[in-house]
Structures are given as C-alpha cells and as structure tokens.
C-alpha cells in the first residue's frame, strides 16, 4: 500500500516510524519523476531534497513552524506533502499550481517566492514579528548555496546574527561548492555539538566564567572563547557563519534520513541564529540527473527509463 496516499498534511508524516519514513522518501521522489516526466518542469532541485523536505515536515510542526523556502525549484516535495500531491499533475498549467511558493495556494507556504536569495530576509522578518507578538513557534529559511552568495542573503545573514533571535537557516549546498567534506569525524562532531547534554554544559561553563575575573567580559572569558573558536576553526568549515553571528552545525550529509531527522530535532532546541549546512546532491535517485546535474536542472516531457526527450504529436 503507497504510503502518499495516506499524506495529506505534514501531521500525517509525523505519524509515521522511521522505517515508514524512507519508504515516504523513495515514494516521493518516484511521484516527482513520474509527474515531471509526463509535463516537464523543474526537475533535479527537488530530488536532491527529498530526505531534507520529509525531515523538516517530521522534525518540526508547520504550519505553526514556518518553513520558508527560498526558491520554488527545490519546493515540489514540499507541494506533495501538504495536500497538494493530487493537483501535482497541474503544476505550471492554467489555473493549476504555481512552480513557486504561493501563499494563496496553501496555508504551508508561509512566504511566496519565486527566485533566490528572499528567504532569510523573509524568515528574519518572521522572527521580528514573532517576538513582538510574544509568540514561540520555530522560523526556519531553506537557502541553496547558489543564493547564499548574493548580497541580499549574506545582508540578512548579517543582520539575523546579531539580533539573537531564534532563527534557523538551513543551507542546501547542492553544489559541494562550500564543504565537499562529509565524513565520519564531521558526522561526530555534529552529533556532539548539537546534543542537549553538550549545550546545557556550553551554557552553565558560559555563566560560571562570567563570574570570573572582569566579569562576561573578563580575561578568563575571552581566553576559554578564544580556545573554542580555535578548535572550532580545525574541524570546521562555517567560520564565516560564526563570524556572522550564527551557531554553525554541519555539514550535515543530506541523503542521511535518520541522521537529519536527529539533528533537526536538536537544533530545534538552541536558542538564537543557527545555521545548518546540509551536503546534497542534485537530482538524487534519477541516475542520468545525477550524471548530468546541470542539464536535468530542469526537463521537457522524457522518457523515465531512457531519459530522451518525448516528440511532440
């Protein structure tokens, strides 16, 4: 029995077991290539987040939990698991949905966006309004590494970091073109850094040195800083994020379901901007997307066993 049919809304997906989970993964991304194989459209963005889309639905609680895609590429899943998987088939058509995030189509898509670079801007926005509402729901902006790099991402980085409010911003490096390295000592040092027992004991040594000598600003602070800062800096490849003012956590491997489900649940109990790097590979599962990840960006009606274009009638 396919699982989809029994997904209408993200709460649906949260019900399910882990097992459950990478059957729903493999099943969404079949239901991607099947449609976008018959109606062309954008096709290896969204492969390459089917474990991050079915991990952010399960981790956190949208609609109450903003997600806030950054560009409708990467967002096809996402329509799949929020009521929209039988409409699908009407992407890019008259009257049918939109390519893009559109926030008249659905309750799930907080901000409508139709290129790059907007979400964090719109996810920090979020979290301004939150705060001054009183409210506590989790903001977090999903950004491809292709946007990161313009100006109107890293002016919003700058100024999210040193709000301090709480906002995740998970970077969807698809292109290896930040941090290729995701490895067994990159895996551990996550796990460990985004513990609760780990954070609980950053924070009390945190407050038990800022009744040190000179206070929070004190020589014995800034030298346990400055430690942390160092070994940070061997290990790991977001100082730049650091610098910013987020807690960096990765690179995390994007095709890792179980790992991504743990530490998304971990993240989701720091407190302050974090940014999460997640390693992925664009037009996973479709083997020719793999090959050729700039070709299968996007697709005319193919083939799904050969790949060729199908001919006009």
Known sequence: VALLDRIQEPEDVRCLSREELHQLVREVRARHVDVISKIGGHFGGSLGVA??????????????????????????IHKILTGRNHRLPTIRQKSGLAPFLRREESEYDHFGAGHAATSISAALGTA?????????????????????????????????GHTDRDLIVVLNDNDHSIAPNVGAL?????????????????????ELLSKGPGGPDGIVRRAASRTEESVKGLFVPGMLFEELGFRY??????????????????????????????????????PLAEENAYKWHAASPFDKISGEAKKKS
Request: glycine share 12%; proline share 4%; aromatic share 8%.
């Open 128 to 160: 301004i309004a939150r705060d001054m509402n009183g409210d506590d729901f989790k903001v977090i902006a999903i950004i491809g590494d292709g946007a990161m790099g313009s100006g109107l991402a890293f002016e919003a980085l700058n100024n999210a």
């Open 51 to 76: 474990e991050l889309t079915v991990a952010l639905h399960y981790a956190f609680d949208p609609p109450r939990d903003k997600l806030v895609w950054d560009t409708g590429h990467q967002g096809y």
């Open 186 to 206: 990159n895996k551990y040092l996550t796990g460990v850094i985004t513990h609760p027992v780990y954070n609980r004991i950053r924070e009390e040594v945190k």
């Open 249 to 286: 956590i990765g690179p995390v491997d994007g095709h890792d379901l179980d790992s991504l489900v743990d530490t998304l649940r971990n993240v989701r109990g720091l407190d302050g901007p974090v940014l999460l790097h997640v390693v992925t590979q664009k037009g996973k599962g479709f």
